[in-house]
């Protein structure tokens, strides 16, 4: 992995991470939903980071997301390991194993089953190895399979009728062509307004913050969804824009300093014609207020 791939994943890998401790129950659900069914969320918990020694790297890493719940079958406590990878690593089931191996050695004797789970959250599909096998000629010495979720190999439509948080929040890193791209962001607004009615505000804003680091922002698409969204849905318009970190960057301030361009007073004229007071919307998208009322 070069240098400038591991600066551009640190803010990813932190937000992913932030995610899945915050939606664990509505990522497992998700993705894996019998092993869902399965599980006693009312006795989760997150250990400690742990730290194993990576052999194959020859380095200790920290395993950052380590959770233990009840699972059913059992009547027990299991380690659950979530393992995000954004790029490609020819020894990652290798580590894999060793990481298991060591939850393992450790943990044994209170959990009776370890689950891994690698999440592949490269822009590029491919089929991702899940398997470490080890044999000679009539003998199987060894076969490692952990769970993986590959993103981009997700159909987008499955998910878009779903109210869970991680379908809206990982929407834009699933499979769809550059003509659905439009469609996509669309219909990750209409399911982030369902949530609304669901989730606190700082939820919706990790929601919200992780799914802007997947869409590549086009400002004349963006005001046109905007616009439509506002028609349709007038009391969420100033809701949106609160929350939407890309359009709040839509150049404003060159709008003061150059004038502000037309789909920009559209705009602001339809959230003040839909009872918004030239205070909040002056708020919401961060311009003066005597600009905001000179549009009145």
């Known amino acids: 992995m070069t240098r400038e791939a591991i600066e551009i994943s640190i803010p990813h890998d932190e937000a992913f991470k932030k995610l899945l401790e915050t939606f664990y129950q509505e990522f497992i659900d998700l993705f894996f939903p019998e092993l869902g069914d399965m599980l006693d969320y009312s006795e989760t918990r997150f250990l400690m980071q742990e730290l194993l020694v990576d052999i194959v790297g020859e380095e200790a890493r920290e395993l950052d997301l380590l959770l233990e719940t009840r699972y059913k079958g059992l009547d027990g406590y299991i380690l659950i390991h979530l393992e995000p990878q954004s790029y490609k690593d020819h020894e990652f089931r290798d580590r894999m194993f060793i990481y298991f191996s060591r939850l393992f050695e450790r943990y044994r004797k209170d959990h009776k089953l370890i689950i891994p789970i690698a999440i592949f959250t490269s822009d590029e599909v491919r089929e991702e190895q899940d398997t470490l096998e080890m044999s000679i ?62 989730l606190d505000q700082g939820r919706l804003a ?91």
């Not at 060894?142 to 998910?159: C, I, P, S, T």
């Not at 913050?209 to 028609?231: G, H, N, T, W």
């Not at 609160?242 to 960057?249: F, G, N, T």
Request: avoid cysteine.
């Open 137 to 198: 000629p009539e003998h199987n010495i060894l076969r490692f399979q952990f769970l993986k979720v590959e993103l981009r190999k997700q159909n987008w439509r499955r998910f878009i009728d779903s109210d869970n948080a991680v379908a809206a929040a990982l929407l834009a890193k699933m499979g769809y062509t550059t003509r659905e791209a439009r469609e996509v962001r669309r219909e990750f607004l209409r399911m982030f307004m369902k949530l609304r009615a669901q």
């Open 206 to 296: 990790l929601i919200m913050s992780v799914a802007d680091l997947y869409f590549k922002p086009d400002r004349v698409q963006d005001e046109e969804i905007l616009r439509e969204l506002i028609d349709h849905y007038p009391e969420e318009g100033e809701a949106i824009m609160e929350l939407m970190p890309a359009w709040k960057r839509w150049g404003y301030e060159e709008g003061i300093a150059e004038g502000m361009e037309k789909g920009q007073a559209e705009i602001i004229r339809k959230l003040l014609l839909n009872g918004f007071t030239p205070e909040a919307v002056s708020k919401a998208v961060d311009l003066p207020l005597d600009e905001i009322k000179k549009l009145m």
